[in-house]
């Protein structure tokens, strides 16, 4: 919430001293580094451990995600965080390799090499047609979803300008999808809607109001760790929908976060 309150202090002191570093109970841009390596090292110990080769911690949850190389998949970190371990396909499991807990994005590998990834282009700009695709309601829809709308808003919620708004219909598990231009080019990441909660709280209903992360960012991310991925559009000229839709399919995948369920 932004306030380094009793519990935060006592959370940052409990780290300081597993880490053995001199306990302030302060926050700082070295710890939050430490806190980062500890937490992606914990999430590939997981991936590679007995329990997580074998099936064994049931699917509590999932979300969506693409790729930007052979193996190299990008989706938000709050699909991830709370996961024991995570999979796609049959049951391959994937490595962190970054976090970005501000941004909420994660960056995933994969054994498991896709020859369909996506390119990303541009910000997106005021009025721009988009698509999102992802995997929405999986538990019930077990399928493949597609929409389409317009960048609304250059800002996202509390005029966060690593965001933006866009009118294309999400559901829970789009979270981490691809969202694509008219020229089959990554503009963005869908991350959130405003959904029930924001409509009991207002007494109205939201509709079509829903956030994506700016692809700047993640090129941000992706050259600061020195992963790869192509620029640009995958089409020369505006392309049908049709054919969009085909491309974001081939280059998602639903993202299983495995974990022990709540008792």
């Known amino acids: 919430d932004g306030i380094l309150g009793r519990i935060t202090i006592s959370a940052i002191k409990a780290f300081q001293k597993e880490i053995e570093v001199e306990i302030t109970g302060r926050p700082s841009e070295d710890l939050l580094m430490q806190l980062q390596a500890e937490v992606r090292n914990l999430n590939n110990q997981n991936a590679t451990s007995e329990e997580a080769i074998n099936p064994v911690l049931p699917i509590i949850s999932t979300g969506t995600g693409f790729y930007v190389n052979n193996n190299t998949i990008i989706s938000n970190y709050h699909v991830v965080d709370t996961c024991n371990y995570i999979s796609i396909g049959k049951e391959e499991r994937l490595v962190v390799n970054a976090i970005d807990r501000v941004n909420d994005i994660t960056v995933l590998e994969s054994k498991q090499k896709s020859d369909a990834f ?146």
């Open 118 to 263: 996506l390119r990303l282009s541009s910000n997106p700009k005021l009025g721009n047609n988009i698509f999102a695709a992802g995997y929405p309601y999986n538990d019930i829809l077990k399928n493949f979803n597609f929409t389409s709308g317009n960048v609304s808003s250059l800002m996202g919620s509390g005029s966060n300008i690593s965001e933006f708004q866009f009118t294309a219909p999400i559901q829970p598990g789009n979270s981490g999808g691809p969202i694509l231009n008219s020229k089959g080019g990554v503009v963005g990441i869908t991350v959130s809607g405003l959904g029930a909660k924001f409509a009991e709280l207002a007494d109205t209903l939201p509709q079509n109001i829903n956030f994506g992360i700016k692809v700047g960012v993640l090129k941000d991310i992706l050259t600061e760790q020195g992963i790869k991925y192509s620029e640009g559009n995958e089409f020369w000229f505006d392309s049908s929908e049709e054919k969009i839709a085909d491309l974001s399919r081939k280059s998602s995948v639903l993202i299983n976060c495995h974990a022990k369920p709540n008792k």
